[in-house]
Structures are given as structure tokens and as C-alpha cells.
């Protein structure tokens, strides 16, 4: 009952029937389906990832992970927007997450200790001329 219940509120919900015909291929796991919807829409959400996060090859990964949630959460699409709507929005979720994540972490290279003086750093020579006794009262 649950999901004739569920195919009923998408089809009332307007979508138009090539979405839904769509939708269901991909409920399907129809691999060429799935391959027309990533050549289609793949470059927009990598350019709505760089909105959001630093270099393009994190964008990409931002992409590649949208398609996974997509993937996962077919089942639960209500057709209450369209696919490209919904598709969007879960790449700006996954974008938003990654920036707040790299916005927390501090870049390796920002953690590199400024080269000093062997003096200045307590090394050998400052060991020595601090062992020498000379110049005591």
C-alpha cells in the first residue's frame, strides 16, 4: 500500500510523464538512463558546486558525491519538484557541508614551524657556549 500510495502522490503532483517515465527507469537501475541524466546535468552541478567550494577538483568531488545521494535517495523522490530541482538541491546540500568542513580544517602547509637560527632554537652551538662557563660573576 505504501508505494502505490507514494506513485499516486507523484503522479498528482504534476510531473510530467517523461520525468516520470524517467524516475522509474532509474528506479530501475537502468544504466543508460542514469548515463543520459549525469552527461546532462553533470557540468551545471559541478559549476553550482564551485559556488560554494575553493578549486574545481573539489566541485568534481562534490559532484561525484551528489550522484551517490541521488542514487541513495531515489526511492524517496515525491516529485514535488522536478528531478533537475531536486537533483540541485541536494548538490548545494553536499556543497554547503563540504565548505563548512574545509572552512573548519587548517591547510597542512599553514602548520609548517618558520625555519630558525640553531642559537635561537637551543641547538648545539647555544648548548655550548652556555656550558663553557665564561663570563660568570
Known amino acids: 500500500?505504501?508505494?502505490?500510495?507514494?506513485?499516486?502522490?507523484?503522479?498528482?503532483?504534476?510531473?510530467?510523464p517523461g520525468e516520470r517515465e524517467l524516475v522509474a527507469r532509474l528506479l530501475a537501475r537502468d544504466q543508460s538512463a542514469f548515463a543520459s541524466l549525469?552527461?546532462?546535468?553533470?557540468?551545471s552541478l559541478v559549476r553550482l558546486a564551485l559556488?560554494?567550494?575553493?578549486?574545481?577538483?573539489?566541485?568534481?568531488?562534490?559532484?561525484q558525491e551528489t550522484w551517490s545521494r541521488v542514487l541513495a535517495a531515489l526511492p524517496q523522490f515525491e516529485g514535488r519538484s522536478s528531478l533537475r530541482?531536486?537533483?540541485?538541491?541536494?548538490?548545494t546540500n553536499t556543497a554547503l557541508t563540504r565548505a563548512e568542513r574545509e572552512a573548519r580544517s587548517?591547510?597542512?602547509?599553514?602548520?609548517?614551524?618558520?625555519?630558525e637560527a640553531p642559537a635561537a632554537r637551543g641547538g648545539p652551538a647555544a648548548r655550548?657556549?652556555?656550558?663553557?662557563?665564561?663570563?660568570?660573576?
Do not use: K, N, Y
Not at 502505490?4 to 510531473?15: I, L, M, N, V, Y
Open 51 to 63: 559556488t560554494f567550494v575553493g578549486s574545481r577538483a573539489t566541485a568534481e568531488e562534490v559532484a
Open 1 to 16: 500500500m505504501g508505494a502505490a500510495r507514494e506513485r499516486s502522490r507523484f503522479e498528482q503532483d504534476g510531473a510530467s
Open 106 to 115: 587548517t591547510p597542512f602547509s599553514s602548520l609548517e614551524v618558520p625555519e
Open 38 to 43: 549525469v552527461r546532462a546535468q553533470h557540468e
Open 128 to 137: 655550548r657556549r652556555g656550558s663553557r662557563g665564561g663570563g660568570g660573576l
Open 85 to 91: 530541482t531536486w537533483i540541485f538541491r541536494i548538490c
